[in-house]
């Protein structure tokens, strides 16, 4: 059974850091890409950043970009998101997403795997 469970949310002053945590089990997960999505308080949920396991190839979206970076480390199963320079409009639930296909895509139902989220919140 596939379990991602994320960790390495809180509380922040604008400006400050978080380093966020994805541990994947249940599977395999080298030929798999794996995002992180974000969900703001009555908003939807958006693409963050994404990484193929095997190639260590990423992609970010715009609003992140120069300030998030997303990285895996193979040996820990693990998928991280390191987060500097926040602002208050990073304030979300951030998800760890897998996908089978191993491809990066910015949709959330290109996904198969999800976990459960962790808040970050920024304050101004």
């Known amino acids: 059974q596939v379990q991602l469970v994320e960790s390495g949310g809180g509380l922040v002053q604008a400006g400050g850091s978080l380093r966020l945590s994805c541990a994947a089990s249940?599977?395999?997960?080298?030929?798999?890409?794996m995002a992180w999505f974000r969900q703001g308080s009555g908003k939807e949920r958006e693409y963050v950043a994404a990484?193929?396991?095997?190639?260590?190839?990423?992609n970010y979206a715009d609003s992140v970009k120069g300030r998030f970076t997303i990285s895996r480390d193979n040996a820990k199963n693990t998928v991280y998101l390191q987060m500097i320079a926040l602002k208050p409009e990073d304030t979300a639930v951030y998800f760890c997403?897998?996908?089978?296909?191993?491809?990066?895509?910015?949709?959330?139902?290109?996904?198969?795997?999800w976990g459960q989220g962790t808040q970050v919140t920024v304050s101004s």
């Open positions: 990484i193929t396991w095997r190639t260590g190839n990423t």
């Open positions: 249940g599977r395999t997960f080298s030929a798999y890409a």
């Open positions: 997403a897998a996908a089978s296909s191993g491809s990066i895509y910015w949709a959330s139902i290109s996904y198969d795997y």
